[in-house]
């Protein structure tokens, strides 16, 4: 079982099957599916340099209330494939795998959850395929290229730099130890460092580790630019769906600001409610405020889980 990997400890906290799909390039992705079959779809999208065990409290809590949780790893990340080329991460590459993972699995319409890239990645899914989204929650991410070019903060200006990324990202690996921890308010234990480490053990495998940070777009002709441009215009089209706006009131990557104006581009959304003494990363560090934020919007807005049986 491909969660092997994960150390004793980190394994206890990620007690999921693991499940694999063989995407159209050949390239083999990691996903989880728990919860009753018949329960209505949450589908957890994660950033960077995360992976599908970020979300691993709520996936416990809401498989157990009667939703069907489903959580991938992008290609590059945790237990998927780790391509070496550069060229292979792209945000256009990434939104594809989403879809084709949706549509391969035959998921019916579904609750999109995500955080920092997970929300390029589920927006640009969504805007293709608004009619299988009942609603949305947006967390500490973007999706603008010209009404809010972002602010890049100064350790990821470094990183993006040739040779400077390579050596921090790839050969010190500090994406999944300094830079995580540094995005965090809650110090981590050492079996959540652990998790998060573990699919990153080899020189290897930390090729998404670089490229990511540079597919941030920071201006109009860089290769992101024009899916994120497709995705801010698209935004209007996602009005009609049901969304909340979460943030961490600490996130040091992409402040209470970013929020708001996500708020002045979708005008029906719920929010944004600032968690306070969270960060970058909700789950980790607000997961209790996180679950009774979604718990309430998911029963006002009418989910229906799964009747389960009596213990």
Not at 19 to 44: A, C, I, N
Not at 154 to 160: A, E, N, Q, W
Not at 266 to 275: D, E, K, N, Q, T
Request: charged share 20%; glycine share 8%; net charge neutral.
């Amino acid at each position: 079982m491909a969660t092997a990997v994960l150390p004793e400890p980190s394994r206890a906290l990620y007690p999921f099957r693991s499940r694999y799909l063989t995407l159209s390039d050949g390239k083999q992705m990691h996903y989880v599916d728990e919860g009753p079959p018949e329960g209505e779809l949450l589908v957890f999208v994660h950033g960077y340099p995360t992976w599908s065990f970020t979300y691993r409290a709520l996936l416990v809590y809401y498989a157990a209330r009667g939703f069907r949780c489903v959580a991938m790893d992008h290609i590059g990340f945790g237990l998927s494939d780790k391509p070496t080329s550069g060229r292979y991460h792209t945000l256009r590459r990434h939104i594809h795998n989403l879809q084709e993972l949706m549509m391969a699995l035959d998921l019916p319409p579904s609750t999109l959850i995500m955080e920092d890239w997970g929300g390029p990645f589920a927006l640009g899914y969504a805007i293709r395929q608004c009619e299988t989204v009942r609603r949305l929650v947006v967390m500490n991410t973007w999706g603008f290229q010209d009404t809010y070019p972002p602010r890049l903060e100064r350790l990821v200006r470094l990183v993006t730099l040739p040779g400077v990324g390579e050596l921090l990202l790839r050969t010190f690996n500090l994406a999944p130890t300094f830079f995580l921890q540094r995005i965090t308010m809650r110090r981590l234990s050492p079996a959540v460092l652990a998790g998060y480490r573990a699919p990153f053990r080899e020189n290897r495998s930390r090729n998404a580790l670089v490229q990511f940070p540079r597919m941030i777009s920071t201006g109009p002709d860089h290769p992101s630019a024009l899916a994120l441009r497709e995705i801010e215009r698209g935004l209007a089209e996602l009005d009609h769906i049901p969304t909340l706006l979460l943030w961490g009131a600490r996130n040091p990557i992409f402040g209470p600001d970013v929020a708001r104006h996500w708020r002045r581009h979708v005008l029906s959304a719920r929010g944004p409610h600032l968690i306070d003494g969270a960060g970058h990363l909700l789950a980790e560090d607000a997961p209790e405020e996180l679950i009774n934020h979604l718990d309430e919007f998911l029963a006002d807005t009418g989910a229906q889980p799964a009747a389960l049986p009596p213990p």
